[in-house]
């Protein structure tokens, strides 16, 4: 297995996403009691992910080997037309690029876990393959 630092768009994917579908950004406030209608939330949020992102590698590789990937210089940005598919494959990157270490048992990497969880179940409810396949009863 190998790990990198992900880029700005992956991050930003995510937390765009969540800035604009109204039913998964509420859903995210009562798990996880972060507003993401105020900037400086946004900004932390996307700055705590790729902190545990360079965390990660930094474990995987070696202290300091994070910054040879990229500049650790992470910047908010919103991202337009984003979707559940593209938040989905984004958060996915973000989320197997994270998992060395203790990163996968801090609570940001647990939240992250259980969104990419939903989104799939969201995904897979609403495709026509599911919409079309008998009831079981």
């Given at each position: 297995?190998?790990a990198?630092?992900?880029?700005?768009?992956?991050?930003?994917?995510?937390?765009?996403?969540?800035?604009?579908?109204?039913?998964?950004?509420?859903?995210?406030?009562?798990?996880?009691?972060?507003?993401?209608?105020?900037?400086?939330?946004?900004?932390?949020?996307?700055k705590?992910?790729?902190?545990?992102?360079?965390?990660?590698?930094?474990?995987?590789?070696?202290?300091?080997?994070?910054?040879?990937?990229?500049?650790?210089?992470?910047?908010?940005?919103?991202?337009?037309?984003?979707?559940?598919?593209?938040?989905?494959?984004?958060?996915?990157?973000?989320?197997?690029?994270?998992?060395?270490?203790?990163?996968?048992?801090?609570?940001?990497?647990?939240?992250?876990?259980?969104?990419?969880?939903?989104?799939a179940?969201?995904?897979?409810?609403?495709?026509?393959?599911?919409?079309?396949?008998?009831?079981?009863?």
């Open positions: 297995m190998s990198f630092v992900v880029e700005d768009k992956t991050i930003n994917t995510v937390i765009s996403f969540l800035l604009t579908d109204h039913d998964f950004k509420r859903w995210f406030y009562r798990q996880f009691n972060i507003d993401l209608d105020q900037d400086y939330t946004t900004n932390q949020l996307g705590a992910m790729f902190e545990l992102n360079v965390e990660a590698v930094n474990h995987r590789y070696g202290k300091g080997e994070a910054e040879k990937f990229r500049p650790l210089d992470y910047k908010f940005h919103l991202e337009l037309n984003t979707n559940h598919i593209k938040a989905y494959k984004a958060l996915g990157v973000w989320l197997y690029q994270c998992c060395e270490g203790v990163v996968p048992k801090t609570h940001l990497y647990k939240a992250m876990q259980k969104l990419y969880n939903r989104l179940h969201y995904l897979t409810q609403n495709s026509e393959t599911y919409k079309q396949t008998l009831n079981y009863h």
